[in-house]
């Protein structure tokens, strides 16, 4: 199973799971608001929306301005938001999403079995485990020879449960390529 989990994290450098693995710095400096299309700017701060969408996740950018009048209960399935900030275009190192929130929505994702979320919980875990804020303490196999692995939280030593959808190295890299669009820029 280590050796399983290992070939995943450590895909070849020219891999898009290293490539999201590492922080999640915005190369694009400039997007849309969802709502009004204004041009967001340099050093803006925004909220980012993350949007359930069948069978992906996506993200939505809102203006501030915007997003303070909407009525969140009104967008279609919201799974989560975080304010942040359009990073300057020299700006190195910029983290768009912080750790904390990464896990929030990673335990957010706990328990359910839609295969869209299972799937994004399962590259989250990925990315936690490259970070060194999730640790991997065992795996348990079904009649079925499908595989849970016990994760430990570092932060709070708590234990989570994730499903390991068994996902080949092609889906794993387009799913992280998702999810890295999703959480860094391309705006
Ligand atoms: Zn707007």
């Known amino acids: 199973m280590l050796l399983y989990l290992y070939g995943?994290?450590?895909?070849?450098?020219?891999?898009?799971?290293?490539?999201?693995?590492?922080?999640?710095?915005?190369s694009h400096t400039s997007g849309l608001c969802v709502n009004c299309r204004k041009h967001l700017q340099e050093n803006d701060q925004f909220m980012a929306v993350l949007v359930e969408d069948g069978q992906d996740f996506q993200r939505q950018d809102w203006c501030l301005p915007c997003w303070q009048s909407a009525d969140i209960g009104g967008i279609a399935n919201v799974f989560g938001h975080w304010q942040t900030r359009v990073?300057?275009?020299?700006?190195?190192?910029?983290?768009?999403?912080?750790d904390e929130m990464l896990i929030n929505f990673f335990q957010r994702l706990q328990g359910s079995?839609?295969?869209?979320?299972?799937?994004?919980?399962?590259?989250?875990?990925?990315?936690?485990?490259?970070?060194?804020?999730?640790?991997?303490?065992?795996?348990?196999?079904?009649?079925?020879?499908?595989?849970?692995?016990?994760?430990?939280?570092?932060?709070?030593?708590?234990?989570?449960?994730?499903i390991d959808p068994r996902l080949d190295e092609e889906k794993i890299a387009e799913l992280s390529g998702q999810l890295s669009e999703i959480l860094q820029g391309h705006l």
């Open 113 to 162: 079995t839609a295969p869209a979320r299972v799937n994004l919980r399962f590259v989250l875990t990925l990315v936690l485990m490259r970070k060194k804020l999730l640790v991997y303490e065992r795996a348990v196999k079904d009649a079925e020879g499908n595989e849970t692995w016990t994760m430990r939280l570092k932060s709070d030593g708590e234990l989570h449960e994730v």
């Open 87 to 98: 990073p300057r275009r020299q700006a190195e190192k910029k983290t768009f999403i912080d």
């Open 8 to 26: 995943y994290i450590g895909l070849r450098p020219n891999n898009e799971t290293l490539t999201m693995a590492k922080e999640y710095n915005i």
